[in-house]
């Protein structure tokens, strides 16, 4: 879509998923509240096949753009963050995919397009922590010396980045399910499917401790900790709070997977929501099953090379990864009567 012509006016960018977005919905609603806001016409930026948004967002800042909004699925909205990072240019979320998951842990309502293009030129600005990995990735060329045969890559992300069953899942599972079904599907799949999977050997450190070994089902490293259909797989965890979460799903005996899904769909996802179900988490024995801790920095590697997850996308395999948390990192434009999860309890 071609740009306006330059106006010296504040304006707006939209970077959007073509095959995600509703255009016209888009436009509209941008038409409506630029002019409310009087600011410039909205300049528009589609993404490429290869490339979930990078060099739409990239080029938009070079154009001079205010704010931000990421019109797609949260591959999009990680790209377009991790080129916001630092910036000071505010990120307005336009949800249009299957999970939406730093949405729902802003408190924004889904489905509506008017009132999330409504927040970029109405709505205040929060800071909020990125989650940043290196991954480490054997070579894709076995005949190179053995100083070559890994290469380092960094990356944001928003909610969870994950290796074990998690990211076996997800590399298994077709683009068109994905679609359909998001990301309650794995974790439904994933505690299902436990049964039947091997545990996978890691050794992890926490803040530059010394390596220890743990065998686990999935180990995930969160930024926050709700997700679709009310999965609150990590309750302490806040997009403010300048920690990262870690969750370790672990085999201790042969009903863990039991424990697990107790842990995470009755505790987490029923007995939280209120007073009385706290007060019954605190009187039982909590599941050792499931392990969480908050850490600065947390790494992980594995004997042999392993997917890798990044908000709920496949990341091609690894054979380490190291998490940090990059404190206030994102701004990000909110209405004030979104409520965030967990707020005011």
Known sequence: MANTPADSRAHAAVVYHPHKSDLSALQQAARTHEATAGWAPTR?????????????????????????????GDGT???VAEQLRHTGIPLAIVPQGTGNVLARN??????????AVRAAFEGEDRTIDLGVIKIVRPSEDPDSPDAARETTSEHVFLALAGMGLDARLITATSSKL????????????????????????IHY???GSAPRPMKVYSVM????????????????????????????????????????WRKIGWENGVLRRSKAGRRIIDLVNDTRS????????????????EPIQLDGDEFGLALAASGTV????????????????????
Do not use: H
């Open 44 to 72: 528009w930026y589609e993404t490429a096949e290869d490339d979930s948004g990078a060099a739409a967002t990239r080029q938009a800042l070079d154009e001079g753009a205010s704010v931000v909004l990421s019109s797609g």
């Open 77 to 79: 909205v990680r790209a």
């Open 106 to 115: 802003l408190g924004m309502p889904l489905g509506d397009i008017d009132v």
């Open 178 to 201: 994905k679609k359909r079904v998001g990301w309650l599907a794995y974790v439904d799949a994933g505690v299902r499917s436990i049964v039947r999977q091997a545990p996978l050997q």
């Open 205 to 207: 450190s926490v803040d």
């Open 221 to 260: 490293i969160g930024n926050c900790g709700l997700l679709p259909g009310g999965v609150l797989l990590i309750p302490d965890a806040k997009v403010d709070d300048g920690v990262l979460d870690v969750i370790a799903m672990r085999p201790l005996g042969p009903f863990s997977w039991l424990s697990i």
């Open 290 to 305: 499931v392990t969480y801790l908050q850490a600065g920095r947390f790494a992980v590697s594995v004997p042999s090379p």
């Open 326 to 345: 990059d404190p206030g990192a994102l701004v990000v434009r909110v209405l004030p009567e979104w409520v965030p999860p967990g707020a005011g309890e």
